[in-house]
């Protein structure tokens, strides 16, 4: 079975610019996470769906931050306009259901905003 | 909130012990562990669910003080394989106003040299 597949693995971009970028989680998982990592803060919680519908967004950081999942083998989460603070390694992570079970990271994006 | 664990890095030879710390200070639910090598996503190693509980993972067990709000990982005779940054992860329960949502401490490197 192929884990979940992240796209880009590397995007550099310059300020003010639009970034998107692909999650395909795991077929059968019903929970997909999008995370954000940085030294600084470590592994943050952006949001987190449940069959499709987004359950929580508290950690978005902002209104240029906006994320969708279409269907259940796809989500996007895109930065308009992207900022220098942005950049960071993007993972996203799938589970079977919620935070009952192990949790399914993808290989990540590695965004820079120059 | 962001558990917190201690220590921070820690360098070991082959064989050696070590010990992971991550606390809250908040009730907790569950707790999970996961193991990042430099450069790749995040690997579930285990969860927690009740107090005192404690579970195995090849030489790499945990427990679970539901009570004290803490939880250890204890590495046994350590490989250079172990090498990596552990990150424990916490959830509150629902119940006591919890968002259902899995919190990440920033994380502990951890380097066994030969």
């Known amino acids: 079975d192929a884990g979940v597949i992240q796209s880009p693995r590397h995007e550099v971009t310059e300020m003010g610019q639009e970034v998107t970028l692909r999650c395909k989680p795991i077929s059968g998982h019903n929970s997909l996470f999008w995370y954000r990592q940085t030294m600084m803060r470590g592994l943050e919680l952006l949001i987190y769906f449940n069959n499709n519908v987004p359950i929580d967004d508290s950690g978005m950081p902002e209104d240029r931050f906006s994320a969708k999942m279409p269907n259940a083998s796809f989500s996007t989460l895109k930065i308009q306009p992207s900022e220098p603070r942005d950049s960071a390694v993007y993972f996203c992570a799938s589970s079977l259901d919620s935070y009952t079970g192990e949790l399914f990271f993808g290989e990540g994006s590695r965004l820079t905003v120059l | 909130q962001q558990p917190v664990q201690s220590p921070q890095a820690v360098i070991l030879r082959e064989g050696e012990d070590a010990v992971i710390n991550c606390s809250s200070s908040k009730a907790l639910y569950s707790v999970h562990w996961y193991r990042q090598k430099h450069g790749e996503a995040p690997v579930f190693l285990m969860i927690?669910?009740?107090?005192?509980e404690q579970k195995g993972h090849e030489k790499i067990s945990a427990s679970f003080n539901e009570k004290k709000q803490q939880s250890s990982l204890y590495l046994t005779a350590s490989q250079l394989s172990y090498s990596g940054t552990y990150f424990c992860g916490t959830e509150p329960p629902i119940t006591q106003g919890g968002s259902e949502k899995l919190v990440f401490g920033k994380g502990m490197k951890l380097t066994v040299n030969p």
């Open positions: 927690l669910l009740k107090g005192g």
